[in-house]
């Protein structure tokens, strides 16, 4: 059976990857990858990581391209490669353009979807940012729904999914964190041994302006007031993020700025980190199960699991919020020490296996065929 796995971006390669290797170790299965390449570069250091190759290459990313432009594009390229190809099943990851594109693509062209982080849901419908609703119209297009958490579960219920499309696997970025942590990892960049260090990620469009603004100000007071500390921010080259990060952080000397890093010397940050200021889904769903306490820049997420487990903090991308929550974790032992519990709400690193079996036993004929 032809399996397509579909990535776009740097975090999808980061959670299909499993999906993929797992599926390579499949006689029955034949593994075809489709890059969209909605993001280049880090897509393909992410993918070299793990030794995989894509077979068809859609390079969408051009400079400054509307979204309405990219799913145009790319709907018309997706139109020859699924006649190509005629894969038995796609399947698609997180809540990208891509995602979205490819799922209804494959509607037109009659292929079953499996939707892996299928379920996230903010239910904001007013946030003009894509993700939310990408997620939503995919679950109305899928067939085959991998829900990380039970809670992800629910939130299909809610939209009317079928119990027997949703299966609760655990989020595959765990089985990728965990593949990753155990090998030998270098940072690759010079830190101070007897520093404690704080790992920054921000570069969510939600952030552009104003909140970035306000964020890169609370990083400059923290860095200020702690010299005992290091910072340590992987800078994204959007201009709306490059330029002001440069600009507000560049002088000072306790804050490193650098280029993105690859996965490999970034899960090595994670875990040489004392805490994370991130406005990123996946590093939110890393950090709990590297025992990382994370305050996320934004006020609302799609991922409450940790928020309610207390391992993770919502602090807006509030000045005043994100200097008082860190200053507390880095002053208080025992306020640290319940947010680094090391508990993980988003799997155990074994959920590319069972969208594996889910698949496996389709096609043998042991669940009805989703579809007709
Ligand atoms: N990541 C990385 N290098 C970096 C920053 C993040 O490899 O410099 C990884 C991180 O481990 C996580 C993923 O990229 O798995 C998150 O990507 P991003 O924050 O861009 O997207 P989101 O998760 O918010 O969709």
Redesign the pocket.
Known sequence: KKILCVVG???EA?KMAPVILALQQQSWAQVRVLATAQHRQMLDQ?LAFFDIEADIDLNMMRPNQSLTTLTGRMLLDLDEVLLAEKPDVVLVQ?DTTTVMTVSLACFYHRIAIGHVEAGLRTWDRDNPFPEEINRVLTGRLAHWHFAPTESSRQNLLKEGVSDADIIVTGNT?IDALLMTAERELDLGIDLDASKRLVLV?S??RENFGEPFAHICRAILKLATDNPDVQFLY?VHPNPNVKEVAHATLGKCANIHLCE????AP??AA?KRAYLII??????QE?APALAKPVLVLREETERPEAVEQGVVKLVGANFENIVAEAQILLDDEAAYRAMARGVSPYGDGLAAGRIVQVLQQHFSGELAPALQ
């Open positions: 971006t740097r975090p980061i992410v997180g970025v990620t570069h969510r992987p993105p890093l690859d996965y970034f899960v994670m991130s406005d990123s889904g996946g590093v890393e």
